[in-house]
């Protein structure tokens, strides 16, 4: 498939998501399984991030989509699931943990601005605000190489909280490996009905606020979801 510039859109307003009107489509949460080119891998879990799962579940259309987007890459690359579905517990745990790597990498800004770079990068936490992860339809991923394993370079690590882990960043570094990577990532997760967050090379949606606001969608199509009471 043809792989393009990845274009610089602006940060949206999280504020602005809860404005979305959602007409739930009732989809349930699958484990995301591990096939030849989809591995799941629940990074919070490994990391013993406070009440992660450890399994990485998305709604039933993500998982079918995640599918699709793989079998678009070449025969010998993959895609590593990170993190999907994301309790609100999670939610606040993630934010306090890239809170306090901000405050220690970035002593010198105010209180307010490191609000707003952490805000660039986490949702926030509320009992009434739907976070794009709490609904099944966000997923963070990565490439990886069949064959060995490896992930590929992306520039930026994971959660990394700078503007390298901004999607378009490498755009003019045509000639780094991970313009390439993040190209044909972002190529074939559109491709496949996704929106992307500009602010996260990773952070992909489908059916959510985030991905309505995006996609220009006049509703969202999934709201709060609920692993644990699927799974009993």
Known sequence: ???????????????????????????????????????????????????????????????????????????HLGIV??????????????????GDIIKSKYPNLSMSDQQALLAEFVAPVGPNFISPHLTGGSVDITLFDVKTGEWLDMGADFDEPTERSYTHFYEDQPEHTACTNRRLLYSVMTAAGFSNLPTEWWHFDYGNPLWAHYNQQDHAIYGAAHWESVAS
């Open 81 to 98: 699931v990170l993190d999907a579905w994301r309790s609100r517990d999670v939610q606040q745990a993630v934010q306090t943990e890239i």
């Open 1 to 75: 498939m043809s792989v393009t510039p990845i274009p610089k859109l602006p940060q949206h307003k999280w504020h602005n998501l809860e404005a979305i009107p959602i007409i739930e489509a009732d989809e349930p949460l699958h484990i995301i399984p591990d096939t030849k080119k989809l591995k799941p891998f629940p990074i919070y879990f490994d990391q013993n991030i406070s009440h992660a799962i450890d399994v990485c579940v998305a709604r039933s259309s993500v998982v079918k989509k995640l599918q699709q987007a793989a079998d678009l890459l070449p025969d």
